[in-house]
């Protein structure tokens, strides 16, 4: 505790993962673990000002019983950033935002084998080989989302006005990658939606 308001908080966790499904043909023998270390510097409720920034590093990896080597699990994700915080600007009038930020998610890229032919000029033969599972990452992930509060205090009710905005800035972050199989150095990236502009009142009689 730094000051009245302002703390710190660690935490380092480690977890065994047993029963996974893993192989070709699949099987829910794999085993694994997931494992990591959290900083979080907190600013408790005071009259005006409510927040925390909490960073983690996590390491998730995953094998087939008696393998050697581990691979990613698709949780693997090892750098997460959270920033909250929630200002009240005068007893009416809130404003609050989120900002998280994330390694982008584990995916296995496709190697494109092609063969034409040379005389009809056209696919005779096209296999798409997966390389090693989970061997590639998508981009990083990120957002900001931004909260306006207004209340209004009525003689036998209060009524409290919301306005939210997500993804501020707008940005199309990766959720899935479809490869292009006639270029196996292309793909179609999935992205999740832009901003979006939610609003609405709530009533306490």
């Known amino acids: 505790k730094l000051t009245e308001a302002l703390r710190i908080e660690t935490d380092v966790f480690h977890k065994k993962l047993t029963r996974l499904i893993v192989g ?8 694994g673990y997931a494992q990591g ?3 979080l510097v907190r600013h408790d409720l005071t009259r005006r000002l409510f927040g925390w920034v909490s960073y983690a590093y996590v390491d998730s ?3 087939r019983r008696g393998a050697d080597e581990f691979i990613r699990t698709q949780w693997d994700q090892p750098h997460q950033l959270s920033v909250v915080s929630s200002v009240k600007l005068t007893p009416d009038w809130i404003v ?5 930020f994330t390694s982008g998610s584990p995916y296995t890229p496709l190697f ?3 063969k034409r032919d040379p005389d009809l000029d056209e696919d005779t033969e096209a296999e798409a080989l997966p390389t090693e599972l989970n061997s590639g990452r998508l981009i990083a992930f990120q957002r900001l989302d931004l909260r306006v509060d207004r209340s209004v205090r009525l003689r036998y009710a209060e009524l409290s006005f919301f306005l ?9 972050n990766e959720s899935f990658r479809i490869p292009v199989f006639e270029d196996p150095g292309r ?6 939606s832009g901003m979006l502009i939610y609003g609405g009142v709530t009533a306490r009689f």
């Open 24 to 31: 070709e043909p699949e099987n829910n023998e794999g085993q």
């Open 112 to 114: 494109n084998d092609e």
């Open 96 to 100: 609050g935002s989120t900002f998280r």
């Open 164 to 172: 939210d905005l997500f993804n501020v800035y707008n940005r199309k």
């Open 187 to 192: 793909y179609f990236p999935l992205s999740t």
């Open 37 to 39: 270390v959290q900083l």
């Open 61 to 63: 990896k995953k094998r």
